[in-house]
């Protein structure tokens, strides 16, 4: 499956953006679908997940203002962000999350860059 992240840019603290993570297939066999985000100089961290059944979990670091949700008709999840601060600023990557008689296998999307700057 290809992951086509898409959403982000440049905002004004404060401000909100709303990202898409567009499958190219049927989205209803991943049971995880995350967003994680990697800043400048650091490793990349987890953001926020939704499952198959719509439970959703965040990081301390957001929770309160992002919320993430999946339109399973539409193959796509989304991340919406309001409240934006400057740590914020980060490429953001969608992960799908699915599993195989091996065990848990992923897939990324290519990343969208979110600048939060006055």
């Known amino acids: 499956v290809q992951l086509q992240a898409s959403g982000g840019g440049v905002v004004q603290p404060g401000g909100s953006l709303r990202l898409s993570c567009a499958a190219s297939?049927?989205?209803?066999?991943?049971?995880?679908k995350r967003w994680f985000r990697q800043a400048p100089g650091k490793q990349r961290e987890f953001v926020a997940s939704?499952?198959?059944?719509?439970?959703?979990q965040y990081a301390d670091t957001v929770k309160g203002r992002f919320a993430v949700s999946s339109d399973i008709a539409k193959n796509t999840i989304y991340l919406q962000m309001d409240r934006l601060k400057p740590d914020d600023t980060a490429v953001y990557f969608c992960?799908?999350?699915?599993?195989?008689?091996?065990?848990?296998?992923?897939?990324w999307g290519q990343g969208t860059l979110v600048t939060v700057s006055s």
């Open positions: 992960n799908f999350r699915h599993m195989d008689a091996s065990g848990p296998v992923d897939f």
């Open positions: 297939e049927t989205i209803a066999g991943f049971y995880l």
């Open positions: 939704v499952t198959t059944f719509n439970i959703t």
